[in-house]
Structure formats: C-alpha cells, structure tokens
C-alpha cells in the first residue's frame, strides 16, 4: 500500500492468522472482558489495553476470544471516550508541530508536517462524524488544541 503523502510504496504490514478460534487461550469470554474493563477504567487506551493483554496475559486477539472489539466492549459498560483514539493521537501530534514551529519560526519541513497533520484530522473528522462518532457540528478550534488534550 502507498504511503499518503510521498510516492513511497511503504512496507506491508504483519498478517493476522487465518484461524479465528484459539482453542488454546488461557481466558474465557468474561475474563477477557473483565480485564478490558479493568484496564479502561485504569484510563489507558484501546490500543494500550490491546498490547497488555497480548504481553502480560498471552490474549494475542481480543476479538477472537469475544466476538468483540475492545471499543464495543467499552461502549457497552459507558467507557468509551469523547473522541476516538487515532484522532486524540494526531490532535497530540498538531499541537507538538505548533510548539516547534513556534520556536523555529524558519523550518519549512515542519509548517509542511503541520499542513498535512491537519489534511489528516479533517479526513479522519468528516469519516468520524458520517459513522456517528463524533458530532455533526464538532469542530477542531485551531487556538484551543491544548484543550482537547485534557
């Protein structure tokens, strides 16, 4: 797959295995979605939640052990955060380029990373709010990034 801004091919990335059931795992359904809650309600992250259990409890798809995704699981018990993970990432990412640009006010390459960071939060904003996840009328306040973060 292509890369978004550059004409890079970019690496392929790793391969899910075929087999959707793990005769094997050492957690049940309800345990599995007991240490999501756990750990969502400790305050990390979807994707923080899925890498603790693949590395501390040997849950490599939590999917496969649920029939559910981590923010399914979330919604259903009133966890799931204001914004989606991905878009909270690149709002971090602006907020870093504006800090640098603020005190480089010469570098090019990062006025450049801030124009396509923010190409990047109006795609991601315009799917989020036609699947229902963000608001119709959300917008992102350029002056009040810092806010977002809190």
């Given at each position: 797959m292509?890369?978004?801004?550059?004409r890079?091919?970019?690496?392929s990335?790793?391969?899910?295995?075929?087999k959707?059931?793990?005769?094997w795992?050492?957690?049940?359904?309800?345990?599995?979605?007991?240490?999501?809650?756990?750990?969502?309600?400790?305050?990390?992250?979807?994707?923080?939640?899925?890498?603790?259990?693949?590395?501390?409890?040997?849950?490599?798809?939590?999917?496969?052990?649920?029939?559910?995704?981590v923010?399914?699981?979330?919604?259903?018990?009133?966890?799931l955060?204001?914004?989606?993970?991905?878009?909270?990432?690149?709002?971090?990412?602006?907020?870093?380029?504006?800090?640098?640009?603020?005190?480089?006010?010469?570098?090019?390459?990062?006025?450049?990373?801030?124009?396509?960071?923010s190409?990047?939060?109006?795609?991601?904003t315009?799917?989020?709010k036609?699947?229902?996840?963000?608001?119709?009328?959300?917008?992102l306040?350029?002056?009040?990034?810092?806010?977002?973060?809190?």
């Amino acid at each position: 797959m292509a890369r978004m801004h550059s004409r890079a091919k970019g690496k392929s990335g790793s391969k899910k295995p075929i087999k959707k059931v793990q005769p094997w795992a050492p957690y049940k359904e309800k345990e599995v979605e007991k240490l999501v809650i756990k750990y969502a309600k400790a305050g990390k992250t979807t994707s923080e939640i899925g890498m603790i259990l693949r590395d501390r409890y040997g849950i490599n798809s939590i999917k496969a052990s649920t029939n559910k995704k981590v923010t399914e699981i979330e919604a259903e018990n009133g966890l799931l955060k204001k914004l989606p993970e991905d878009l909270l990432d690149l709002i971090r990412k602006m907020v870093k380029v504006k800090q640098h640009i603020e005190r480089n006010k010469q570098d090019q390459t990062a006025k450049r990373g801030l124009i396509l960071t923010s190409s990047k939060v109006r795609r991601l904003t315009k799917y989020y709010k036609r699947n229902g996840k963000l608001p119709v009328d959300w917008n992102l306040d350029l002056n009040k990034l810092q806010m977002y973060l809190e």
